[in-house]
C-alpha cells in the first residue's frame, strides 16, 4: 500500500506530541527511581492533580476578570508547576523518606494507595469532578495546511515547550550544583552523605522536580485534547511507568527514548490494524518483548549491579 | 420483676418497630441511571424527571399511596450498574424501578431483575437485545430501540446526497449496535461504508483514526456512541482538518454535547426516537411542572421517557398495590396508556412501540428539529 507522504507527516506529528507528554511522566519514574530506587505509583495521579490544579487556577482568573491568554497560560501554568512539585516535596518527605529502610513494597503500595486518594479526592471534591471537564483553548488555534498535512501552532508550541523542559532538566542534572548532588546522591548516596551533601534536601528537590514535570505534562495534556477528567493519570502512568522500564529505569535518556517508543508503537497499531483499539494491545505486547530482550531496559543504568 | 421488666421491655420494642413501619406506608419505587460520569447530564435529567412525577403524584388529594424515589448511580458501567441493580432488587421494599440510560449497562442488568423478580421500565437505554433478547416479563421499556431510528437515519442521509462513510464506534454494546443496525440500513439502502474504526468509550486520543478517516475522504463520520467520546472525536476532527459530515446516533443528542464543542457542534447531525418534546401531547405542561419544581439540570432527551416511565410505574401499583409479581403484570397488560410521550402499548417482549423519529441538527448551540432548521430551508449548508 503506498501511503501519502503528507499522512505519513501527520502520523508522525500526532506521535511525536504523544511522545513528548509520555517523555515528561516518564522521566518523573526515572528520577525517583534513579536517586532513591523508589517506584512512586501516584506519579500518574500527580499528573492529573496538575492539569486540575491549573484548571482550577483558570477558574480561579475567569471569576476575577482576567482573560488574556498569554498572561492565563503563564500562571495557570506557573500555579499548577509549583503546587505539583510542592506536592511533590511533601509526599517525599511525609510517605517515602519514613519508609526508606521498610520492604520496597511497602513505598509502591503507599505511593498507590495515595494516588487512589488523591483521584478520589478529585474526583469526589473538585466541583462535579466526576464529568470529564473542557480544558480551555489557550494557545493561539492557527493551522497551515501543507498537502494533507495539518500543522497546528499550537500542536508545534507544545512539542517545543515540552522538548524544552525535558532539555532543561537534563541541563539541570548535568550542569548544576544541585544536579552534581542529585547524580552523587544516585550513584553512593552513603558516600554523598561523607562528602556532606544534605541527602534530604536533594531527595525533596528530586521529587519536586519530577512532580513538576508530571504537572507540565498534564497541562500539555489538557491544552492539546482541551479536556481532562480525574482518571486520565491512570493510563498515563502506566505508560510513562513502562516507558521509563524500557528504556532502562534511572536512566533519563532512555525515558526519553522509552517514551517516543511508546508513542510509535501506539501510531504503528493504529495504522498496522483496521481495529485501532488494538493499538494498546500491540504498544504493551512489544513492550513486553523488549523486555524480556533487554530485562534491564535498552540504556542499561549504571546501578543495575544492585539486583 | 426481672421477666417482667424483661417483656416490658420487648413490648416497648415492638410497639416502637411498629409504630415505625406503620407511618412508614410510603412505596419504594428505584431510579438508576449515570448520575456521575460523563453522560451525567442525561441521568441528572431522568433522575429530576421520575422524581417531578413521583412529586406530582404523592401531591394529589385523591391517591391510594405515597412514592418515595430511591435513585442510585450506575456511572454508565456495567459492573457498578449490577451492583446497584443487585442491592435494589434485593431491598424487599423497592416495588419496582425506573432503569437505565446506558444499554451496556442494562444489558447487565436485565438477568438480576429476572432473578430477583423487580419490574422495571427502562427509559433510556436503546439496544433491541435490552427487550428482545430474552423473555423476562419484569423488564419493559417505553422508549424505542436503535433499530428504527438508524434505519431512518440511512434513509435522511441518502436523501441528502452523501455517498460514503466512515463508522466510528465504541466497542460497548450500545457502540456495536449503532455500527451493526445502521452499516445494515445504510448498505441495503445504497450507500458504501469505506471504513470501521471500532474506539474504546474511554480513549482520549483519536488521532490516528481519523488521520486514516483523512485518508479515506469520506463524505460522512457516523458516530455510535455517546457524548463524551462524541466531544473528543468532533473536536479532534477539527484539528486534524477533516471537513466530513458528523452524523450522531440518539447517544449525542444532550445538552452536554453542545457544551462540550461550543460552536464546532454547529451542522452536526442525530437522530432520536419519540417526537421532540414540544410536539408531544403533554409535552409543554410537562416543561412547565419541571421549571416549576427548580431543578438544576435540565430535563435533557430522555427526560420525558423518565417521567411517563414513572408515572405508568405508579399508576400500575395504585391499581394492583405493592406486590412486584402484580405489578409486573399489570405492567404487562399495558396497552394505550395516556402519557406525556404519547400512547405506551406494551408487545409481548414489553416493549413500547415508538415509530416516530425525530431528525436533529445543531443550529446556533441548539438542536433543532430538521424540518425547522435553516439547513432544511437551503439557508445553511452541512
Redesign the interface.
Known amino acids: 500500500m503506498t501511503m501519502d507522504p503528507w499522512f505519513i507527516a501527520q502520523y508522525l506529528l500526532n506521535g511525536i506530541v504523544l511522545g513528548v507528554i509520555y517523555a515528561m511522566v516518564a522521566v518523573g519514574f526515572t528520577l525517583f527511581f534513579g536517586v532513591l530506587d523508589v517506584i512512586k505509583f501516584s506519579h500518574g495521579d500527580v499528573v492529573m492533580a496538575g492539569a486540575f490544579t491549573a484548571l482550577a487556577t483558570y477558574a480561579g482568573l475567569e471569576w476575577i476578570g482576567i482573560s488574556d491568554s498569554v498572561f492565563a497560560i503563564v500562571v495557570i501554568a506557573v500555579i499548577g508547576i509549583l503546587a505539583m512539585a510542592l506536592l511533590g516535596a511533601l509526599l517525599s518527605k511525609l510517605l517515602i523518606l519514613p519508609l526508606r529502610n521498610a520492604p520496597p513494597l511497602n513505598t509502591l503500595l503507599i505511593t498507590l494507595m495515595f494516588g487512589l486518594a488523591l483521584r478520589e479526592s478529585v474526583r469526589l471534591f473538585y466541583p462535579n469532578g466526576s464529568n470529564p471537564k473542557p480544558f480551555p483553548q489557550l494557545l493561539p488555534d492557527a493551522a497551515m495546511t501543507i498537502g494533507n498535512l495539518e500543522l497546528r501552532l499550537d500542536s508545534v508550541l507544545l512539542i517545543v515547550l515540552g522538548l524544552g523542559a525535558i532539555v532543561a532538566v537534563q541541563l539541570l542534572i548535568q550542569r548544576t550544583r544541585i544536579g552534581l548532588a542529585i547524580r552523587a546522591v544516585a550513584q553512593d548516596p552513603e558516600t554523598a552523605r561523607l562528602m556532606g551533601i544534605n541527602f534530604e534536601r536533594v531527595v525533596l528537590t528530586t521529587f519536586a522536580l519530577g512532580s513538576a514535570l508530571a504537572a507540565l505534562a498534564g497541562i500539555t495534556n489538557g491544552l492539546y485534547y482541551s479536556e481532562v477528567n480525574f482518571g486520565m493519570g491512570l493510563l498515563l502512568g502506566v505508560i510513562g511507568f513502562s516507558a521509563a522500564v524500557v528504556g532502562g529505569l534511572g536512566s533519563l535518556y532512555g525515558a526519553i527514548i522509552g517514551g517516543f517508543l511508546f508513542a510509535a508503537l501506539q501510531t504503528i497499531g493504529a495504522v498496522w490494524f483496521s481495529v485501532p483499539a488494538y493499538k494498546d494491545v500491540f504498544a504493551f505486547a512489544c513492550i513486553i518483548a523488549l523486555m524480556a530482550w533487554k530485562p534491564t531496559g535498552l540504556l542499561a543504568h549504571k546501578s543495575a549491579e544492585r539486583v | 420483676m426481672k421477666l417482667n421488666r424483661a417483656i416490658l421491655i420487648i413490648s416497648f420494642l415492638v410497639v416502637g418497630f411498629t409504630g415505625c413501619s406503620s407511618d412508614n406506608d410510603t412505596i419504594k419505587i428505584a431510579f438508576i441511571g449515570p448520575l456521575?460520569?460523563?453522560v451525567?447530564a442525561n441521568g441528572l435529567g431522568g433522575r429530576n424527571s421520575a422524581e417531578l412525577a413521583v412529586r406530582l403524584h404523592n401531591a394529589k388529594s385523591t391517591k391510594n399511596y405515597e412514592y418515595e424515589l430511591l435513585s442510585l448511580d450506575d456511572?454508565c458501567k456495567p459492573n457498578i450498574g449490577v451492583q446497584v441493580a443487585t442491592k435494589v432488587a434485593a431491598d424487599g421494599r423497592v416495588i419496582a424501578g425506573v432503569t437505565h440510560y446506558c444499554s451496556a449497562v442494562a444489558m447487565g442488568t436485565v438477568d438480576v431483575y429476572h432473578k430477583f423478580g423487580l419490574p422495571v421500565v427502562i427509559w433510556g437505554a436503546v439496544l433491541p437485545d435490552i427487550t428482545y433478547s430474552n423473555d423476562y416479563k419484569e423488564v419493559h421499556r417505553v422508549n424505542g430501540t436503535m433499530i428504527n431510528q438508524n434505519e431512518v437515519a440511512a434513509d435522511f442521509m441518502l436523501d441528502q446526497g452523501y455517498k460514503t462513510w466512515v463508522v466510528i464506534h465504541d466497542?460497548t454494546d450500545y457502540g456495536k449496535g449503532h455500527n451493526r443496525y445502521f452499516s445494515e440500513s445504510l448498505v441495503a439502502k445504497g450507500g458504501t461504508v469505506i471504513g470501521t474504526?471500532?474506539?474504546?468509550a474511554?480513549?482520549?486520543?483519536f488521532?490516528?483514526?481519523l488521520?486514516?478517516t483523512?485518508?479515506l475522504n469520506p463524505d460522512v463520520i457516523f458516530f455510535g456512541g455517546l457524548a463524551?467520546t462524541g466531544?473528543?472525536l468532533r473536536?479532534?476532527m477539527e484539528?486534524?482538518?477533516i471537513n466530513a459530515v458528523f452524523q450522531g446516533t440518539s447517544g449525542i443528542v444532550s445538552d452536554a454535547f453542545i457544551?462540550?464543542l461550543g460552536p464546532l457542534a454547529e451542522g452536526v447531525i442525530a437522530f432520536r426516537e419519540g417526537a421532540p418534546l414540544e410536539n408531544l401531547p403533554g409535552g409543554e405542561n410537562f416543561l412547565a411542572q419541571y421549571n416549576q419544581h427548580n431543578f438544576g439540570e435540565p430535563p435533557e432527551a430522555y427526560g420525558a421517557f423518565a417521567f411517563a416511565a414513572t408515572q405508568l410505574i405508579i399508576d400500575a401499583i395504585e391499581e394492583v398495590g405493592p406486590d412486584r409479581q402484580a405489578v409486573t403484570l399489570a405492567l404487562n397488560a399495558t396497552r394505550d396508556h395516556d402519557s406525556v410521550v404519547g400512547p405506551i402499548s406494551f408487545d409481548d417482549h414489553g416493549q413500547n412501540a415508538v415509530a416516530l423519529i425525530t431528525r436533529y441538527v445543531i443550529q446556533d448551540d441548539k438542536w433543532v428539529v430538521w424540518e425547522n432548521s435553516e439547513y432544511a430551508e437551503g439557508k445553511r449548508d452541512l
Open positions: 456521575t460520569g460523563g451525567s456511572e466497542t474504526f471500532g474506539v474504546s474511554d480513549q482520549q486520543d488521532n490516528a483514526e488521520t486514516k483523512k485518508e463524551p466531544v473528543r473536536s479532534q484539528k486534524l482538518g457544551e462540550g
